[in-house]
């Protein structure tokens, strides 16, 4: 699904030519997905907790699928924002839900390397979006930019026939009292019966409200002496209700928290925060156009260096999973703000160049290279990262939506620089705007060190 992001980026050259849009148009539809996607997230979070984590992902994929085929049909701008809005809707969803399930279906020792695999499938699906537009450029423009944005669909139903063999999440099923069937999941996932057996004993202790642990844990004891027998487990584990109430005291802990939450909610958005103020959307979704600004003057030029941008990140993510839970969450976020704030610097000085005539010719390559840099360090940590921590360090009856709330705060800020990139280009220079990200990720740095705490090895209920 995420290969929509990528494909946008080249078919807009297109669309600009068939439908005459000017700049102000180009800012809503790349940021439209995006702020609609909050909307999503938001949803989602509700969703996940009311009728499971697998139904949600499926829900996920329908929305996406239609919008697609709306976009991939349209003869006219609004019908196109009405598509690129249905699929945002679809992609918060997915924001959400993919790390959420991951994180609770996996052990401490792998959990870091699983988790990131939504993200590496969403660099997958970038390039593949990038690759797309290469490839169709050459058709007429009244077909190309088309099927570029209608075949994001097919990784929709891909995804739909993947959550169609998957197993709902252990934790969301003693939520919901279904301790048996939590046990038959976990057994299947775990590396022997008695794991599986010490993992749902934890979970149920984890699930209930911290003035009911005394309870939990009672019913704990009578789990674990019941589990080599046939008693249905569901008739001895009282654990929470998920109703109404329940999820209104959850958002009422979100939105006035207790001081444990407030570090857990600072930690979690502040991540998010930092991980769209650094600038990786745009360099996203206005690759060519930067491109183009810095030297590059043809289509399939602007398109062919997009596209290893796009090798770049993949490639980036892939090797930062093989780290993640050996080395840590801390060094590889510390390690990628370093490299994400050089990079920065790099691109915005290839913009100065620009200005001596004997060294404008090195401007395009610097930049070039400066984002190739930014986005290789970006996945080594804050790409992965951001996603992995919000769904380990929020207790389970907090999870889904603290999940949601801090997907909403990345995908909105990701939605208003996407929607005022070209403007503040405008009013601050393309260097001066570089600068300003380098000056963002420099503060990142620092709130790693002060604020994020190292999870690695430590399962979701001592983290809770």
């Known amino acids: 699904m995420a290969a929509g992001c990528g494909v946008m ?9 068939e439908f005459e849009i000017n700049s102000t148009q180009v800012e809503l539809l790349m940021g439209s997905l995006v702020i609609l996607s909050v909307i999503g997230g938001l949803i989602s979070g509700f969703l996940a907790d009311a009728i499971g984590r697998r139904k949600t992902m499926l829900v996920a994929a329908a929305i996406v699928l239609f919008g697609c085929g709306v976009m991939g049909l349209s003869y006219s701008y609004s019908l196109l924002l009405l598509g690129r809005i249905l699929t945002g809707i679809g992609i918060g969803f997915s924001y959400v839900i993919a790390p959420l399930y991951v994180a609770e279906v996996s052990s401490p020792a792998t959990r870091g390397m699983l988790i990131s695999f939504p993200e590496i499938m ?93 309870k939990a844990a009672t019913s704990v004891l009578s789990v674990e002496m019941c589990l080599t027998c046939d008693t249905r487990l569901e008739s001895l584990t009282p654990v929470c209700h998920g109703n109404d109430n329940e999820a209104a005291g959850v958002w009422r802990e979100l939105l006035c928290p207790s001081p444990k939450t407030q570090k857990i909610l600072f930690a979690a958005l502040g991540l998010q925060f930092f991980q769209q103020a650094s600038g990786i959307a745009v360099l996203i979704y206005y690759a060519p156009s930067i491109f183009s600004k810095a030297g590059f003057h043809s289509k399939s030029g602007d398109l062919g260096v997009t596209m290893t941008i796009g090798v770049a990140k993949t490639v980036f993510i892939l090797i930062a999973t093989c780290y993640l839970d050996t080395s840590g ?134 983290l809770s």
């Open 122 to 214: 969403l660099n997958v699906g970038i390039l593949l979006g990038y690759v797309s537009t290469f490839c169709l450029s050459g058709l007429p423009v009244t077909i190309n930019w088309r099927l570029m944005l209608g075949l994001g669909g097919l990784l929709a139903l891909g995804l739909a026939g993947g959550v169609l063999i998957i197993p709902e999440s252990p934790r969301w099923l003693v939520v919901q009292r279904r301790t048996n069937e939590a046990l038959s999941v976990l057994m299947k996932i775990s590396s022997s019966d008695e794991e599986a057996e010490l993992r749902l004993a934890d979970i149920i202790l984890a699930a209930e409200p911290k003035n009911s642990q005394q």
């Open 329 to 462: 969450r801390r060094p590889l976020l510390l390690i990628s703000s370093f490299g994400m704030t050089a990079s920065m610097l790099m691109l915005a000085g290839s913009f100065l160049l620009l200005n001596f005539a004997s060294a404008a010719g090195f401007a395009a390559p610097f930049a070039v290279l400066g984002s190739i840099s930014f986005v290789s360090f970006f996945s080594m940590g804050f790409g992965p990262m951001s996603g992995l921590l919000a769904s380990e360090i929020f207790p389970l009856r907090l999870r889904a939506q603290g999940v949601s709330l801090s997907m909403a705060m990345n995908r909105l800020l990701s939605g208003i620089l996407s929607l005022t990139f070209l403007s503040i280009i405008h009013a601050l220079s393309p260097a001066g705007t570089f600068f300003l990200f380098a000056g963002v990720s420099t503060i990142a740095t620092v709130f790693v060190y002060l604020v994020i705490p190292e999870t690695k090895g430590r399962s979701l209920e001592e």
């Open 9 to 17: 980026s080249g078919a807009v050259l297109f669309i600009e030519e």
